[in-house]
């Protein structure tokens, strides 16, 4: 998976550092939760995530889905990656990410395939080409992040949530 190319900007750490967790968490995971909203209503899901180099995220599912249908009215998604599989007394990390969620189009579309492809291979097996997508019921979408809340105790000390904005 690629490598992140962003920088953040934070009075106490470095931004290598805090890039490097990231792109650790962000690799070493392949679910995310997404929670969306309409009409004060919420709703939470799970999908398979890929990223590229400047932290946008692409999944692949169903424009029907509830969540795909909140997305129509609110763009606004809030998403949780951690490992599930953490002992409550060591030490923890994982991400909360905040931004907007959107159909992929364009070149976006094409980076998307690609990405989803080296990741997660049995994609393969229903999509050959970008052509093939229009032959599923998902779609993929991109999650464009604004703001990143870091929580890595092995690196950051215990119960230090580092907010950061791209």
């Known amino acids: 998976m690629p490598h992140l190319k ?9 931004s290598e550092r805090l890039v490097s967790s990231i792109n650790q968490m962000l690799e070493a995971n392949t679910l995310l939760s997404m929670a969306t909203t309409c009409n004060s209503k919420s709703h939470i899901n ?12 692409y999944i692949l599912t169903y424009p029907s889905s509830i969540h795909g249908k909140n ?5 606004s998604v809030a998403i949780t990656i951690f490992d599930s599989k953490q002992k409550w007394d060591s030490s923890k990390k994982g991400l909360q ?6 159909p992929a189009r364009g070149h976006e579309l094409i980076e998307a395939l690609s990405l989803y492809g080296r990741r997660f291979k049995g994609i393969k097996k229903w999509v050959k080409s970008i052509f093939d ?3 599923l019921d998902s779609r993929f979408y991109i999650i464009k992040i604004e703001r990143v809340k870091l929580f890595d105790e092995s690196n950051f ?4 949530f580092i907010t950061l904005h791209k």
């Open 6 to 14: 962003i920088r953040f900007k934070h009075d106490k750490y470095q």
């Open 46 to 57: 799970t999908a398979y995530y890929c990223y590229n180099p400047k932290m946008d995220l």
């Open 71 to 75: 997305l129509t009215k609110n763009t």
């Open 97 to 102: 990410l905040f931004g907007t969620c959107r």
């Open 133 to 135: 997508i229009k032959k």
């Open 157 to 160: 000390g215990e119960e230090n």
